[in-house]
């Protein structure tokens, strides 16, 4: 629809390539609004967060989805994908999509390109590591 060109805006793949995806950036390379990002530093990272307009995590395999936290972190709006973790997560800013409704993606990109979610007054909250790891063991030996 023209959206990302009319918009100026570029989609950003950050983070090191998982598995069987070698195809899917090579074809994505050749796209003049996709960039494709490994070995980025933490102080770009924040940079790359404060210029986002969203963030999108359309994982079909996850555990534990860090840069869906970051971005909730860094009060930017994700679609991220019904699986793993993420269905726990409760935020305005957060809209959980299933991984393989492509139609369902497209239309959420859509809507968030033209009104992006804005972040007023959003707090999300989340423990560092080391918050967690201290939670944890208060709470072990709070039962021992």
Request: hydrophobic share 40%.
């Amino acid at each position: 629809k023209g959206i990302p060109q009319r918009l100026n805006v570029e989609l950003l793949l950050v983070g090191r390539a998982g598995w069987l995806v070698d195809d899917l950036l090579k074809t994505l390379s050749t796209c003049d609004r996709v960039r494709i990002l490994n070995n980025v530093d933490d102080r770009k990272l924040v940079a790359l967060y404060d210029g986002a307009m969203f963030c999108i995590y359309p994982s079909e395999y996850e555990g534990y989805g860090l840069p869906v936290i970051e971005a909730l972190a860094h009060g930017k709006g994700v679609l991220a994908s019904d699986i793993g973790f993420v269905p726990e997560l409760q935020s305005d800013m957060l809209k959980h999509l299933p991984p393989l409704d492509e139609q369902a993606w497209y239309e959420a990109m859509k809507e968030w390109l033209v009104h992006p979610p804005i972040s007023v007054g959003h707090k999300f909250d989340h423990p560092t590591w080391q918050q967690a790891a201290l939670q944890t063991f208060a709470t072990i030996y709070e039962r021992s």
